[in-house]
């Protein structure tokens, strides 16, 4: 017969209190909350307030807030209108209209596509979250980067700026138009020849189950805002840096030399960032350049620069944007010499 012994009367009472007591106790003590940072914060820039006023003030920091500013500025309202036209194809436009719209061979999509940039009036902000929504709808991923490319550069306002830009040029019109088309194309080619599914990240998109579509309309319309803007301010803030960084007298020594001048145009197209309805009077400014240098000008920046990158690393990821920026670079170079030296 065994026998076991009792436990004292309360035992088991403060065995199950004792938990609670513990954590209760590493409870106490100090906690970060989102008041108290940003309280502290408040009083660090409340006592550093001489220092931050100097820092404003001086010539680097101005000429940096000032492209910033005109980046977002020049930008943010096609961005508002890219993302409301991709709201538009996402909740009303059925995924059946793109099969019967483009060609069923991704070969013959990719130009109708990049020909159909044309009717979007607005810049490189405005293509990618559009260009996405072709995606999530199921358009093949070569047509919709071909839209991507040629719709900042070869839509009606983009080429009537042009035309104001340079007057008595017309060629220069006829030039952007082909050789940014040209480019277009040629990547979306690329795409569907050597590109992999893997590297393509599907477009992120809220869930619309269960909402109506004016409701899907608007949740679609503040997560494309959110995520698409968030980049366009990096994207801008690298670009204000490095205008502020680099000195002006280098353009005069590469506008000598016709290989460096399209190249150092090229780049600068790209460090800019200036949206497309207005990159044609700053490219119609560098005088000291040739035609075909201020074409790749054209032709790359509305393809390829820090905004639009990191634009679409957020919208396809960043396994895509550093395989697909670097080869858009230099198909969109190529395109323009080649073009530049048929036409001008």
Not at 108 to 132: D, R, W
Not at 237 to 259: C, E, G, H, Q, R
């Given at each position: ?35 108290l ?7 660090l ?7 931050i ?30 993302v ?18 483009l060609?069923?061979?991704?070969a ?6 990049g ?8 810049c ?22 071909a ?7 070869i ?7 042009t035309?104001i ?16 088309l ?43 805002v959110?995520?698409?803007?968030g ?17 002006a ?51 790359v ?13 957020g919208?396809f ?28």
């Amino acid at each position: 017969m065994s026998t076991t012994k009792a436990a004292p009367p309360g035992a088991g009472h403060r065995d199950a209190e004792a938990p609670p007591d513990r954590a209760s106790g590493e409870q106490q003590g100090w906690q970060f909350s989102s008041p108290l940072v940003l309280t502290m914060l408040l009083i660090l820039v409340v006592a550093s307030q001489g220092a931050i006023r100097r820092a404003v003030s001086a010539p680097v920091m101005q000429s940096w807030m000032t492209v910033f500013v005109a980046v977002v500025v020049q930008a943010l309202p096609f961005l508002v209108l890219g993302v409301l036209l991709s709201a538009l194809l996402a909740v009303f436009v059925p995924p059946s209209f793109f099969v019967r719209a483009l060609p069923s061979r991704p070969a013959l999509a990719v130009p109708v596509a990049g020909m159909a940039g044309a009717i979007l009036p607005g810049c490189e902000c405005a293509s990618v979250p559009v260009a996405g929504a072709l995606v999530r709808r199921g358009v093949a991923p070569a047509a919709a980067l071909a839209f991507l490319l040629s719709a900042p550069a070869i839509n009606p306002i983009v080429l009537t700026a042009t035309a104001i830009a340079f007057p008595g040029k017309p060629e220069m019109v006829v030039a952007r138009f082909v050789a940014s088309l040209l480019a277009a194309c040629a990547m979306g080619w690329l795409w569907q020849r050597l590109g992999r599914t893997n590297w393509l990240r599907p477009p992120a998109h809220p869930s619309d189950e269960g909402l109506g579509k004016a409701a899907a309309f608007w949740n679609s319309v503040r997560h494309d805002v959110m995520h698409a803007g968030g980049f366009l301010v990096v994207g801008a803030m690298a670009a204000a840096t490095l205008k502020a960084v680099v000195p002006a007298s280098w353009l005069s020594l590469a506008a000598d030399n016709p290989v460096v001048a399209v190249l150092a145009l090229a780049v600068l197209a790209v460090l800019l960032s200036i949206c497309s309805e207005a990159d044609a009077f700053v490219a119609a400014s560098l005088t000291q350049f040739s035609l075909t240098a201020r074409l790749a000008f054209l032709v790359v920046g509305p393809m390829i620069d820090l905004k639009l990158f990191a634009m679409q690393t957020g919208t396809f990821g960043r396994g895509f944007a550093l395989r697909f920026a670097p080869a858009t670079f230099v198909m969109a170079v190529a395109s323009a010499v080649l073009v530049g030296t048929v036409l001008l």
